[in-house]
């Protein structure tokens, strides 16, 4: 089976613009995690569902985040109003279940670029 | 707050030779461990992981050891190949709460194996 694949592999945009990042993870797992990457930084939690809903989003950084699974497969992350700060590498991980426990595969990523 | 610290940015050493990444810890919440390898333009993949009921768990030529009490661990690799070259990261988990599913990462390490 496939592993966890991503799109856009790269995305440019300008400041206040819209992005959709896409995700799809493993076939089965119920688990999916979105991680943000800064330069230098190590991958930082965004939110993560267990199937359709959301089970902690509190990693997200303002009102301007957003991310929904309707089937419990795909999932996309939403940013509005980009800002140059949003510039990052946006991981997507997904585990069979939601447990720590569980090895979580990732994705090669998204690169956004906020010009 | 940075929970999960990688104090060394960059790491290099011999073929041949064992390699030592370190990473502490603050939150005594954590109770499960992992490590992480990332390639350029790849997303992490799953190295070793180790429960806080243990104090050493191995695979391999990669050992993963974890002082509770000092809130610290380290992971070796012996004998370190060039292909071993890569972005090695430490994350944790907590049992619970907030914690439970998402993974708290550290920096990262740079290391490179000479041939």
């Known amino acids: 089976g496939a592993g966890v694949s991503q799109t856009p592999s790269n995305k440019v945009t300008e400041k206040g613009k819209y992005v959709e990042l896409r995700c799809d993870p493993i076939?089965?797992?119920?688990?999916l995690y979105w991680y943000r990457q800064s330069l230098g930084q190590g991958p930082e939690f965004l939110i993560y569902?267990?199937?359709?809903?959301?089970?902690?989003d509190s990693g997200l950084p303002n009102d301007r985040f957003f991310a929904v699974r309707p089937e419990g497969s795909v999932s996309t992350l939403k940013i509005q109003r980009t800002e140059r700060g949003d510039s990052a590498v946006y991981l997507c991980?997904?585990?069979?279940?939601?447990?720590?426990?569980?090895?979580?595969?990732f994705g090669p990523g998204t690169r956004l670029l906020v010009l | 707050d940075q929970q999960v610290k990688q104090n060394s940015p960059s790491l290099s050493v011999q073929e041949g030779r064992i390699s030592i990444l370190n990473c502490d810890y603050t939150?005594?919440?954590?109770?499960?461990f992992l490590w992480y390898k990332k390639y350029p333009a790849e997303g992490p993949t799953f190295l070793i992981s180790i429960s806080s009921i243990k104090d050493k768990n191995e695979d391999g030529r990669f050992t993963v050891f974890l002082n509770k009490s000092a809130k610290h661990l380290s992971l070796h690799i012996v004998p370190s190949q060039p292909g071993d070259s890569a972005v090695y990261f430490c994350a944790a988990s907590g049992a619970g709460g907030t914690s439970y599913g998402k993974l708290t990462f550290g920096q990262g390490t740079i290391l490179t194996v000479h041939p």
């Open positions: 939150n005594s919440m954590f109770d499960y």
């Open positions: 076939s089965g797992h119920t688990a």
């Open positions: 569902f267990q199937g359709t809903g959301a089970a902690d």
């Open positions: 991980a997904s585990s069979l279940t939601p447990s720590g426990r569980e090895t979580q595969y």
